[in-house]
Structures are given as C-alpha cells and as structure tokens.
C-alpha cells in the first residue's frame, strides 16, 4: 500500500504524544459516522482498513457498540498514534491496532469473514492495480450479510467533478502518474463483479461518496 510524498491536511502531531491529528479527518467524521450508523450491522466485526490517525475509529466505536472494531495501517506512527487515541478514548469494543496491507493479494484467507468494513480515502492515493487487488479482498473478506463502506473522492464518467478536485487529482498524478481518483462507475463494477450488491450511493460533503455494499446468501 502506498501513499504520495505530500498531501494537504498532513497529520500533525505534539511532541512527546504519539498521537497524531489530522484536519480532514476531523472535518469528515462526523458525516462519515452518519452513514456508518445507517448502515452497519448491529453486531459482529468490524474491518477499519488504512485507519490512518485513529480519529475516525474511537468515534465509530462507541456509537456501535455491539461491533468489535479492528483498526489497522501499514505505518509504524500511524499504528501508534491509533493506539494511543483508543488508549485515550477508553472505549472497549476497538482490539488493539495491527499492521495490514490491504493492498496485497491474499490477506483475506489469513482472516476470520467480518461483517462490517470499513475503507476511507485510501483508493486515490494508490495505483489502479494496487485498488482491484484491495477491492477484490475487501469482497473476499465479507461474510454473508455483511456490509462494506468506501469513501472517497471519484471521478465521474473519467471526470472529476469540481475545480477542486481536477486540481488536487492533478496534484496526486503528478508525484505519481499511477495514482489519483477512481472512476464511480467502474469501483461500482469492479465490487459488483467480486459479488457484492450496491445498497447505497450516498453524496457526501465537498463532493465525495459513501458507497455501501453488501453480500447477499
């Protein structure tokens, strides 16, 4: 799995305190858990895939209390700082971080089914191949009946949609030509092949999407 050298928003943290912060992070949270209390199962696992910071997962955690939460990452400081924001948070349905990634093929028969995960901002910033591998496993990795939240920004018909985001996918292919946005449609296709059902497509703040997938018996 890999990231691009610069982003905006870079996580932030104080010295001494492994915790570290991220401004996106923050500002998506709150819509982001709107669509994952809809959505989610009531009960079972749960898959947090590139957990970043660990902001988003202390607040999915208590407000599904009935999920046992996994976060995990490819970064040592990442891993960290998830671990020291659950230690902080106190909440007792997150299992302690672990390295994963979800971008190599074959993670998904190393694991117990979940019933519920998790992917957000992670498909622009890594390259089409690295995407169908991960999209494939998060399919794999579903059990019947679960349910698999991606968010993210797309382009739409190879477009992107704003100002905005055509300057920071132009950003993104710049540092390297093999990452940036992912077409809507052909993510869509792409989990819809490996056998999950489209539940949702939910227009999210500063034009992102919350696209919601389940596995059907």
């Known amino acids: 799995?890999?990231?691009?050298?610069?982003?905006?928003?870079?996580?932030?943290?104080?010295?001494?305190?492994?915790?570290?912060?991220?401004?996106?992070?923050?500002?998506?949270?709150?819509?982001?858990?709107s669509v994952v209390?809809?959505?989610?199962?009531?009960?079972g696992r749960a898959l947090e895939i590139?957990?970043?910071?660990?902001?988003?997962?202390?607040?999915?955690?208590?407000a599904t209390p009935g999920l046992t939460w996994q976060p995990t990452d490819v970064d040592d400081a990442r891993l960290a700082s998830i671990a020291a924001w659950v230690a902080a948070s106190g909440a007792a349905n997150i299992l302690a971080p672990r390295p994963l990634d979800a971008c190599a093929p074959g993670w998904s028969a190393r694991e117990d089914s979940f019933d519920l995960i998790v992917l957000t901002n992670l498909l622009h910033l890594i390259s089409g191949a690295a995407a169908d591998i991960l999209l494939s496993e998060i399919a794999a990795a579903l059990r019947v009946g679960g349910v698999a939240l991606i968010?993210?920004?797309?382009?739409?018909?190879?477009?992107?949609?704003?100002?905005g985001d055509a300057t920071f996918h132009a950003s993104l292919q710049a540092q390297d030509p093999a990452i940036g946005y992912k077409d809507l449609a052909e993510?869509?296709?792409?989990?819809?092949?490996?056998?999950?059902?489209?539940?949702?497509?939910?227009?999210?703040?500063?034009?992102?999407?919350?696209l919601c997938f389940a596995r059907s018996a």
Do not use: K, W
């Open 1 to 33: 799995m890999t990231r691009p050298l610069t982003l905006p928003d870079a996580p932030d943290r104080a010295p001494d305190d492994a915790r570290m912060s991220a401004p996106a992070a923050l500002r998506n949270r709150d819509a982001i858990l």
């Open 37 to 43: 209390m809809q959505h989610a199962p009531v009960t």
């Open 50 to 62: 590139a957990s970043g910071t660990g902001e988003h997962v202390i607040a999915f955690a208590p």
């Open 151 to 163: 968010y993210g920004p797309f382009l739409r018909d190879g477009l992107p949609t704003s100002p």
């Open 187 to 210: 993510v869509t296709a792409r989990l819809t092949d490996a056998g999950l059902q489209l539940r949702a497509s939910v227009g999210m703040p500063a034009n992102n999407v919350m």
